[in-house]
């Protein structure tokens, strides 16, 4: 257990709808970080939140967009979906930026 | 540019044998690197964390080195079991508030 959950655990959407997916962090970590993994692949930075703002940001283009609540939670939203965002989308939190960072279970996002 | 290769993609072993699971990066210049475990359409659990100023790391049968000056991370897994099948990833954490950077993993089987 790594005190870091997410939901839902499964999605299935077709093209050109929007999404949101949610993650709980451990409290007390003030930095959330969202990887895309596709199959196969490793996991590919998305961006990453830290009190709330939007501190960096992956090779990702702006549909993919996030939030971070002052409860530790957190959301990654992407509009207009495409085939190619199949995939599993994880997060993780630390604590400070030299931190391990600590991963969900994450989300199998399927788009037809 | 951080970039960071495992190889082999994927082993298969009989239980019980000792084995080595390799990864490299191109930039000496990591605050740490960590090892994760990844289950089947799973998220990662964090096994082992390598500091910059640390050589290795030790948890149960898992031994994890570090050399900055040749790019190379090693995790040493003994008496292999069963339960130890899974893909293995390891990632690295440049300086300053930057996320990690993983490999795309070596897929390992534990034969009975």
């Known amino acids: 257990e790594t005190g870091v959950t997410q939901s839902p655990t499964h999605l299935i959407k077709t093209r050109g709808q929007q999404v949101t997916l949610r993650c709980s962090s451990q409290?007390?970590?003030?930095?959330v970080s969202w990887y895309q993994q596709a199959l196969g692949q490793g996991p590919q930075f998305i961006f990453q939140y830290y009190r709330e703002e939007e501190n960096g940001r992956g090779n990702f283009p702006p549909r993919f967009s996030g939030l971070q609540f002052p409860n530790y939670s957190s959301e990654l939203n992407v509009n207009a979906l495409e085939l190619d965002d199949s995939a599993l989308y994880l997060c993780?939190?630390?604590?400070?930026?030299?931190?391990?960072?600590?991963f969900g279970p994450g989300t199998r996002l399927t788009v037809l | 540019k951080q970039e960071v290769t495992q190889i082999p993609a994927a082993l298969s072993v009989p239980e019980g044998e000792n084995l080595v699971l390799n990864c490299s990066f191109t930039d000496s210049a990591i605050y740490n690197l960590q090892w994760f475990r990844q289950d089947p359409g799973k998220g990662l659990t964090s096994l082992l964390l390598?500091?910059?100023?640390?050589r290795e790391q030790t948890s149960g049968r898992l031994n994890a080195s570090l050399d900055k000056s040749s790019g190379r991370s090693t995790l040493y897994i003994a008496a292999s079991q069963p339960g130890d099948s899974a893909t293995y990833l390891c990632?690295?954490?440049?300086?300053?508030?930057?996320?990690?950077?993983f490999g795309k993993g070596t897929r390992l089987s534990v034969i009975a």
């Open positions: 993780a939190s630390r604590r400070q930026a030299t931190d391990t960072q600590y």
């Open positions: 409290s007390g970590h003030n930095t």
């Open positions: 990632a690295a954490l440049p300086p300053g508030n930057t996320p990690l950077v």
């Open positions: 390598i500091q910059s100023s640390q």
